[in-house]
């Protein structure tokens, strides 16, 4: 890392005042709200200030933000496949320290006709009995002609009815419409409905038949079926809706030596391209890259060329919870008469003593979403997501992450992840990166270390005229900070220049356990993650985090 070391940064801790000045503790978020439904703010202006001011004038001012975190992938006894029961998983994702969750259940024709709505009962029964925690209601929409996606709304009378029209008018399995290889007669109808899909949602939203709905493309790479085509025709279809895609799926834990067996790979990505998949992927996109999918762990992959277009499109990270690796519970034995497509519900788990099957993680053990709000509530972390205000992290690595951009002959904050700043060419920028260290081990009894943060610098260029285009040549890794040993709160202050053309930031960091020259070569990434054996790739050795971007733009472009 020598040569791409950065030679210096600012203060080794923060005090109390510039930490208020940069943002606010996910804590003292959560002790101002007092009991955690109360609804207060944070800091002057909506989510959306940044990019309306943008507009209007040079540089930018976000709102102080506190973090919230989430889960957005987890199932139980209404999915055909999972265990748990919601208390279990609640109790889980409280012991782990989440403050929101998405019960994002499989559509099929049991839990469309019976499932959706006794799972609508619980969730109110769940909201009730766990009020420190925003608990949604969600779906895993199979998506026609593609994979899986987490589709979930804000609480509302409609929010159940909302997600059991859409399941039953628009779900590729339900439907049949599962075709999605290149040139079957079936495709382009399929993928087409997809479209008609988000767009339905988004109608649904502007007619206030429910007040928020977000869509993300779940484990996009683990089959290859999401093309880059597809997911740019999603997101432009309602980019208020589908705002991204999982950077990291769940299944995590599927790797752990000795557990699943000599071929497994974390997330269970173990598949090979299929006549479904779209054959511009090569075999190496199939597997995880310390634990994250292909089209974001590539440095001038698949993600950073839709960024380049200059578009937001948001990374999460989550559980996919449904079976927890070294547990010991078993699913209950069915009553005569009964099976899940005529109840939409397995029967309860039962206790045996003895380690199941599994390859998930508990909510929040592993797997976490962060995302910025000024204010707390279930709206608040949809807005907070929409607005890109995300950083991933495996492993409790850190405890928690600030980043502001802004020019330096401008007072006030900057923006921050998500947002947009316009600059004139030649103006002078600092990027301010404020790191938390993790303060307490993790659920493996590791307290993590945080060895090098990645600062990754790509040109915006527009929308692309290849729509299956999967590369941004001049996305690289440009600055790497060596902050191994370094502990509690710190500021990164890194220099930015504008050029000729607008651009966006992004940033990555990792323990430094496992890297290697990244997909594209070293000269793009030079320590980038990088899969591991076979049946060996223990998660807890080898963790990262990785923010959304702040865009640049250049004036007159």
Same mark, same amino acid.
């Given at each position: 890392?020598?040569?791409?070391?950065?030679?210096?940064?600012?203060?080794?801790?923060?005090?109390?005042?510039?930490?208020?000045?940069?943002?606010?503790?996910?804590?003292?978020?959560?002790?101002?709200?007092?009991?955690?439904?109360?609804?207060?703010?944070?800091?002057?202006?909506?989510?959306?200030?940044?990019?309306?001011?943008?507009?209007?004038?040079?540089?930018?001012?976000?709102?102080?933000?506190?973090?919230?975190?989430?889960?957005?992938?987890?199932?139980?006894?209404?999915?055909?496949?999972?265990?748990?029961?919601?208390?279990?998983?609640?109790?889980?994702? $409280?012991?782990?320290?989440?403050?929101?969750?998405?019960?994002?259940?499989?559509?099929?024709?049991?839990?469309?006709?019976?499932?959706?709505?006794?799972?609508?009962?619980?969730?109110?029964?769940?909201?009730?009995?766990?009020?420190?925690?925003?608990?949604?209601?969600?779906?895993?929409?199979?998506?026609?002609?593609?994979?899986?996606?987490?589709?979930?709304?804000?609480?509302?009378?409609?929010?159940?009815?909302?997600?059991?029209?859409?399941?039953?008018?628009?779900?590729?399995?339900?439907?049949?419409?599962?075709?999605?290889?290149?040139?079957?007669?079936?495709?382009?109808?399929?993928?087409?409905?997809?479209?008609?899909?988000?767009?339905?949602?988004?109608?649904?939203?502007?007619?206030?038949?429910?007040?928020?709905?977000?869509?993300?493309?779940?484990?996009?790479?683990?089959?290859?079926?999401?093309?880059?085509?597809?997911?740019?025709?999603?997101?432009?279809?309602?980019?208020?809706?589908?705002?991204?895609?999982?950077?990291?799926?769940?299944?995590?834990?599927?790797?752990?030596?000795?557990?699943?067996?000599?071929?497994?790979?974390?997330?269970?990505?173990?598949?090979?391209?299929?006549?479904?998949?779209?054959?511009?992927?090569?075999?190496?996109?199939?597997?995880?890259?310390?634990?994250?999918?292909?089209?974001?762990?590539?440095?001038?992959?698949?993600?950073?060329?839709?960024?380049?277009?200059?578009?937001?499109?948001?990374?999460?990270?989550?559980?996919?919870?449904?079976?927890?690796?070294?547990?010991?519970?078993?699913?209950?034995?069915?009553?005569?008469?009964?099976?899940?497509?005529?109840?939409?519900?397995?029967?309860?788990?039962?206790?045996?003593?003895?380690?199941?099957?599994?390859?998930?993680?508990?909510?929040?053990?592993?797997?976490?979403?962060?995302?910025?709000?000024?204010?707390?509530?279930?709206?608040?972390?949809? $807005?907070?997501?929409?607005?890109?205000?995300?950083?991933?992290?495996?492993?409790?690595?850190?405890?928690?992450?600030?980043?502001?951009?802004?020019?330096?002959?401008?007072?006030?904050?900057?923006?921050?992840?998500?947002?947009?700043?316009?600059?004139?060419?030649?103006?002078?920028?600092?990027?301010?990166?404020?790191?938390?260290?993790?303060?307490?081990?993790?659920?493996?009894?590791?307290?993590?270390?945080?060895?090098?943060?990645?600062?990754?610098?790509?040109?915006?260029?527009?929308?692309?005229?290849?729509?299956?285009?999967?590369?941004?040549?001049?996305?690289?890794?440009?600055?790497?900070?060596?902050?191994?040993?370094?502990?509690?709160?710190?500021?990164?202050?890194?220099?930015?220049?504008?050029?000729?053309?607008?651009?966006?930031?992004?940033?990555?960091?990792?323990?430094?356990?496992?890297?290697?020259?990244?997909?594209?070569?070293?000269?793009?990434?030079?320590?980038?993650?990088?899969?591991?054996?076979?049946?060996?790739?223990?998660?807890?050795?080898?963790?990262?985090?990785?923010?959304?971007?702040?865009?640049?733009?250049?004036?007159?472009?």
């Amino acid at each position: 890392m020598t040569e791409q070391q950065l030679p210096s940064w600012a203060d080794p801790s923060v005090s109390p005042a510039d930490l208020d000045a940069q943002g606010v503790s996910r804590r003292q978020l959560l002790r101002r709200a007092g009991l955690f439904g109360a609804v207060f703010t944070l800091g002057a202006g909506p989510l959306a200030t940044s990019a309306s001011a943008a507009g209007r004038g040079y540089g930018g001012n976000d709102p102080r933000l506190a973090y919230l975190v989430g889960d957005h992938h987890v199932h139980s006894v209404y999915s055909h496949d999972a265990k748990y029961t919601f208390s279990q998983q609640a109790e889980a994702a $409280a012991t782990y320290g989440l403050d929101w969750m998405v019960f994002n259940e499989h559509s099929n024709f049991g839990h469309a006709s019976y499932g959706a709505k006794s799972e609508h009962a619980e969730i109110l029964k769940a909201r009730a009995a766990n009020p420190r925690q925003l608990i949604f209601q969600g779906l895993e929409w199979y998506i026609p002609a593609a994979e899986h996606c987490t589709v979930f709304a804000a609480p509302g009378r409609n929010e159940v009815d909302l997600l059991t029209q859409f399941e039953l008018a628009y779900d590729g399995k339900l439907l049949g419409y599962t075709e999605g290889s290149a040139g079957a007669t079936d495709t382009a109808r399929n993928e087409a409905h997809a479209v008609k899909a988000v767009k339905w949602l988004a109608a649904q939203r502007r007619s206030g038949y429910v007040d928020d709905v977000l869509v993300l493309a779940n484990h996009p790479l683990r089959l290859g079926i999401d093309s880059p085509h597809e997911m740019r025709a999603w997101r432009d279809a309602a980019p208020e809706i589908m705002i991204g895609m999982e950077g990291a799926p769940g299944a995590q834990g599927a790797a752990l030596p000795g557990w699943r067996g000599a071929t497994s790979i974390r997330g269970e990505y173990e598949n090979k391209p299929s006549a479904q998949s779209w054959s511009g992927y090569p075999t190496d996109a199939y597997v995880t890259y310390g634990g994250f999918d292909w089209a974001t762990a590539t440095v001038g992959g698949l993600w950073d060329s839709m960024l380049a277009e200059g578009r937001l499109f948001s990374i999460t990270t989550n559980s996919d919870n449904h079976r927890t690796v070294y547990d010991t519970w078993a699913n209950g034995a069915w009553p005569d008469g009964q099976n899940f497509d005529n109840t939409g519900k397995l029967p309860d788990p039962v206790q045996t003593d003895s380690p199941q099957p599994g390859s998930d993680f508990w909510p929040g053990e592993f797997s976490r979403t962060h995302v910025g709000v000024t204010r707390y509530g279930y709206r608040e972390v949809m $807005a907070g997501m929409r607005a890109g205000r995300v950083w991933v992290d495996h492993g409790h690595l850190l405890d928690g992450l600030d980043v502001r951009l802004k020019r330096d002959c401008d007072h006030g904050q900057g923006v921050t992840l998500g947002g947009r700043l316009r600059v004139r060419k030649g103006d002078r920028l600092t990027l301010n990166i404020t790191v938390t260290t993790a303060s307490r081990p993790n659920a493996q009894g590791i307290l993590p270390e945080l060895a090098h943060v990645d600062v990754i610098r790509g040109a915006v260029r527009g929308a692309v005229s290849d729509r299956d285009a999967w590369r941004a040549p001049d996305t690289k890794v440009v600055r790497t900070a060596d902050v191994g040993g370094r502990k509690g709160t710190y500021t990164l202050r890194i220099p930015v220049t504008a050029g000729d053309e607008s651009f966006y930031l992004r940033l990555r960091g990792s323990d430094g356990k496992r890297h290697g020259a990244g997909y594209l070569g070293a000269s793009v990434d030079p320590h980038g993650p990088i899969p591991h054996e076979p049946g060996n790739g223990d998660p807890w050795a080898d963790t990262w985090f990785y923010s959304n971007p702040i865009f640049v733009d250049l004036a007159g472009n």
